[in-house]
């Protein structure tokens, strides 16, 4: 099992900036990719950022110029840091982590909150 403790949510006015991190430990072997996705209310989750072990980043067409994804690698965790908030930004944000062969851990969402 990946245990994933996630940190850096909260409330930012517009315009605002916040970094997210998320440190993974237990059977950390093998992890291939890490990254954020987010769950607005009465929406589907959907993939923010990741990036895989090799630092191949991948972002949604409505997060791209303004977030940025990173990863230490020596210490299993990953960050996203967020610039130029919108309010459309505001959901909960989940870490992923992606071991080979296929298993898939998740992280227990931290609130991000974009308001004036």
């Known amino acids: 099992q990946v245990q994933l403790v996630e940190s850096g949510g909260g409330l930012v006015q517009p315009g605002g900036s916040l970094r997210l991190s998320c440190a993974a430990s237990?059977?950390?072997?093998?992890?291939?990719?890490m990254g954020w996705y987010r769950q607005a209310p009465g929406k589907q989750r959907e993939l923010v950022a990741s990036?895989?072990?090799?630092?191949?980043?991948n972002y949604a067409d409505s997060v791209k110029g303004r977030f940025t994804i990173s990863r230490d690698n020596a210490k299993n965790t990953v960050y996203l840091q967020m610039n130029s908030l919108k309010p459309e930004d505001t959901a909960v944000y989940y870490c992923h982590v992606k071991r080979l062969p296929n298993n898939n851990y998740w992280g227990q969402g931290t609130q991000v909150t974009v308001s004036s």
């Open positions: 990036i895989t072990s090799g630092k191949y980043t």
């Open positions: 237990g059977s950390i072997f093998n992890i291939y990719a």
